[in-house]
C-alpha cells in the first residue's frame, strides 16, 4: 500500500517510534530512522522487511541537524511523503521544581521539533501533491497530569500545531493529524514506573498496576505495533478526509 513512498520516523530507534516504522516498513514504505541509543538493533528489526532502511542521527532539539536530516532524506530517497514526529522526552517534578534546561529541552524536542520537519518537508509534499503528517502527541495533550508542567504544555502545543497546519493544508492531499496515546509500555514509561516502585517500596508489577489504575480504565497498556496500525490507517485513502484531528488511544483515559 504505501510502495513508493518514504516515511521519516523521529525518535524511530526505540518504542512507540520503532513500533510505527516496522508497521510502515511491512507496508513497503521506505524508512529514515531517527533517534539515539542501540541503532544497530533497530535496523536490525527492520532489515528483514525487505524494504530501504535509512537512518540520521539528528538531535531533535537542534534546527540545524533538522534541517541536515531533511536534506538527507531528499537525498537518499528522494524526499518525504510521510512525516512521523514521534520524538519525545519527559521530566517529572512540580513547577517550582522544574529544572528550566528540562523545560527548554521538553519544549523543543516535543514541539518546536515538529514545527521545523513541517515546515521543511510541506514544500515537497505539495509537489506531490499527497503527504501525511502524524504527530504523536499523548493524552497529555488533551488533558493534564501534576507534575508533568512541560510535557503537558508541549503535547497541548503540538495538538495545537496539528490543528493550525491541518487548516492550512485542508484543500491539498496533504492530511495532518495527532494520535494521543495513553500509557504504552516503552523505555520512557519505565524509567517513570522504576521511579513509582522505588519511591512506594513495590515490585515492578505492582508498580504497573497502580500507574493504570490511576488514569486508564482498561488497565491495558496499549502497544506501539497498534500505534502502528493506526498510522498506517491514517495513510490510507480511507482517511483522506480526517483532517485536524486528535485521535486518543487510551483505554478510556480521557472519557472520565
Ligand atoms: P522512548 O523513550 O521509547 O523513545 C523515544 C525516542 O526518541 C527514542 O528513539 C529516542 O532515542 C528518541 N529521542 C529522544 N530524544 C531525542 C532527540 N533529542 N533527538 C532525536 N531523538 C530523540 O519513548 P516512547 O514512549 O516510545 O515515546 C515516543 C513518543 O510517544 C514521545 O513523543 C512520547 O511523548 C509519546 N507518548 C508516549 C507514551 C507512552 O506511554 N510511552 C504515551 C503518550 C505519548
Partial sequence: MLTGKTALVTGSTSGIGLGIAKVLATHGAKIVLNGFGDVAAAKGELAGIG????????????????????????????????????????HVANVEDFPPEKWDAIIAINLSAAFHTTRLALPRMKASNWGRILNIASAHGLV???????????????????????????????????????????PLVQQ?????????????????????????????????????????????????????????????????
Fill in 51 to 90: 524494504t530501504e532502511i535509512g537512518y540520521h542521527p539528528a538531535d531533535m532539539s537542534q534546527p540545524d541537524q533538522i534541517a541536515d536530516m531533511l536534506a538527507y532524506a531528499t537525498r537518499t530517497m528522494g524526499g518525504i511523503d510521510i512525516l512521523v514526529n514521534n520524538a519525545g522526552i519527559q
Fill in 144 to 186: 493534564a497530569s501534576a507534575a508533568k508542567c512541560a510535557y503537558v504544555a508541549s503535547k497541548h502545543g503540538l495538538i495545537g500545531l496539528t490543528k493550525a497546519v491541518a487548516l492550512e493544508t485542508a484543500t491539498t492531499a496533504i492530511t495532518v493529524n495527532a494520535i494521543c496515546p495513553g500509557w504504552v509500555l516503552t
Fill in 192 to 256: 517513570q514506573l522504576n521511579a513509582r516502585a522505588a519511591k512506594e517500596g513495590i515490585d515492578g508489577e505492582e508498580a504497573k498496576r497502580r500507574l493504570l489504575a490511576e488514569k486508564q480504565p482498561s488497565l491495558q497498556f496499549t502497544t506501539p505495533a497498534q500505534l502502528g496500525e493506526l498510522a498506517l490507517f491514517l495513510c490510507s485513502s480511507a482517511a483522506d478526509n480526517i483532517r485536524g484531528a486528535a485521535i486518543n488511544v487510551d483505554g478510556g483515559w480521557v472519557a472520565q
